[in-house]
């Protein structure tokens, strides 16, 4: 987002959220994909809990039944609110009508901005939760598996993705006039400080990416100019979603719903965007499990950032939901409401470390070090300390073991 001082791109609609709300600069994802990290955000428990690592269901048959009757949908209702949903969907053997909402478009993209706004448009009797689940940046994971498709299963999904191909060619568009080395030199992104794999990268994190071989080709034969297009597609794909949120936010804000409204703006995982040399998701770095999140309304304390409070969304959102709708969440949740927070009150006893998990294995963060325990191969517990190598390039090694770090990390676990 351009709020955060990223000058190569412009996000007005989510620059405009951060102006009126907080910002939370410590944000992360239960799990760096897709369906485990929405099936948090939806009920407000760890992917773990049924047995989901990644977006591969596995044996899962179905989820409980107490639990889809405990999602945010079913919670609102049951307290009187009209629930819908529009969009991305997107959750292990789930629909959004399992978990209480109103489906009321399945596109991702312009169409649900249209709908959504013509829904705040409308009179309500009754109070309301709209979910707008807008698909993109997530076009960009097109690119590596495109220019390298080879397995039929790869080749298909390109075929098929005729609307997200088409998406991000528009994306990668240059500025008309402007010659090649204007393009890199004035307003293409530059790699990041990070580019490089860390040093001594778990095997764990290799044995993820060769899984895909795509993600393994992108690594071993992207030139630094592609990383750059990458990035300078990734960061137009946001301008897009961001033009999409900003026709949601301009029809509530003229309705007559915008004084007593809360917006919360978040998303399920980020992208790598050229960090370590990668892009897609699911490793413990920062770039694909930290992700945005702000709260705007009637009460938030305008304009600040929060950089010191450790947020896991997809547990803290159904508590904060149900704290501003005073509703009661299920007793057995480990989230925590964040309007005190967004409210700029005190709060005692916040969370020391949040858990995160991946396919790959599990972490814990806290607000200096990040504690790795990997499933598999060399390197398998790792501890990184993130005012030493905010880039993540390098773990602690030994040093962790001799400062006493491991063992205090390992209480968490």
């Given at each position: 987002m351009s709020c955060t001082g990223n000058s190569f791109l412009k996000t007005p609609a989510m620059d405009s959220l951060a102006a009126s709300g907080v910002r939370f600069e410590r944000a992360y994802a239960t799990n760096p994909v897709c369906v485990p990290s929405r099936f948090s955000l939806m009920t407000g428990r760890m992917p773990s809990e049924i047995g989901i690592r990644s977006n591969d269901l596995g044996s899962l048959a179905s989820v409980p039944e107490e639990i889809k009757m405990n999602g945010l949908g079913h919670l609102l209702r049951k307290a009187g609110y009209e629930t819908v949903y529009g969009g991305k969907v997107h959750l292990p053997k789930m629909t959004a009508e399992d978990i209480g909402f109103e489906y009321i478009c399945k596109d991702e993209r312009d169409e649900l901005a249209r709908v959504a706004a013509d829904y705040l448009s409308q009179a309500h009797e009754k109070p309301f939760c709209l979910v707008a689940s807008f698909i993109n940046p997530h076009d960009i994971c097109y690119m590596a598996i495109r220019d390298f498709a080879e397995t039929e299963g790869e080749k298909r999904l390109v075929s098929r993705g005729v609307t997200e191909t088409q998406t991000l060619d528009r994306a990668l568009q240059r500025p008309a006039g402007m010659?090649?080395?204007?393009?890199?030199?004035?307003?293409?992104?530059?790699?990041?400080?990070?580019?490089?794999?860390?040093?001594?990268?778990?095997?764990?994190?290799?044995?993820?990416?060769?899984?895909?071989?795509?993600?393994?080709?992108?690594?071993?034969?992207?030139?630094?100019?592609?990383?750059?297009?990458?990035?300078?597609?990734?960061?137009?794909?946001?301008?897009?979603?961001?033009?999409?949120?900003?026709?949601?936010?301009?029809?509530?804000?003229?309705?007559?719903?915008?004084?007593?409204?809360?917006?919360?703006?978040?998303?399920?995982?980020?992208?790598?965007?050229?960090?370590?040399?990668?892009?897609?998701?699911?490793?413990?770095?920062?770039?694909?499990?930290?992700?945005?999140?702000?709260?705007?309304?009637?009460?938030?304390?305008?304009?600040?950032?929060?950089?010191?409070?450790?947020?896991?969304?997809?547990?803290?959102?159904?508590?904060?939901?149900?704290?501003?709708?005073?509703?009661?969440?299920?007793?057995?949740?480990?989230?925590?409401?964040?309007?005190?927070?967004?409210?700029?009150?005190?709060?005692?006893?916040?969370?020391?470390?949040?858990?995160?998990?991946?396919?790959?294995?599990?972490?814990?963060?806290?607000?200096?070090?990040?504690?790795m325990v990997y499933d598999r191969g060399r390197d398998e517990e790792q501890v990184i300390d993130l005012q030493a190598s905010p880039g993540e390039m390098k773990s602690m090694g030994e040093e962790a073991e001799r400062q006493g770090v491991l063992k205090k990390l390992r209480r968490f676990v």
């Open positions: 010659s090649e080395d204007e393009f890199f030199q004035k307003v293409c992104p530059p790699l990041p400080d990070n580019h490089l794999p860390q040093e001594d990268e778990p095997e764990a994190i290799r044995w993820l990416i060769a899984q895909r071989p795509f993600r393994q080709k992108a690594r071993d034969t992207w030139s630094e100019q592609r990383w750059r297009e990458h990035r300078w597609a990734y960061q137009r794909l946001a301008e897009f979603v961001d033009a999409q949120i900003g026709r949601v936010l301009e029809t509530l804000r003229q309705s007559e719903y915008a004084d007593n409204t809360i917006v919360i703006f978040t998303s399920d995982h980020g992208d790598h965007d050229a960090a370590h040399k990668l892009e897609h998701k699911s490793t413990f770095y920062d770039e694909a499990c930290r992700i945005p999140l702000i709260i705007s309304g009637p009460g938030v304390t305008a304009g600040r950032v929060d950089r010191d409070h450790l947020i896991s969304n997809g547990l803290d959102l159904l508590p904060t939901v149900c704290d501003y709708a005073s509703v009661e969440p299920p007793a057995d949740l480990k989230g925590k409401s964040l309007r005190p927070l967004a409210e700029g009150k005190k709060t005692l006893n916040w969370r020391e470390a949040l858990p995160v998990e991946s396919e790959i294995g599990k972490m814990i963060v806290t607000r200096r070090y990040k504690y």
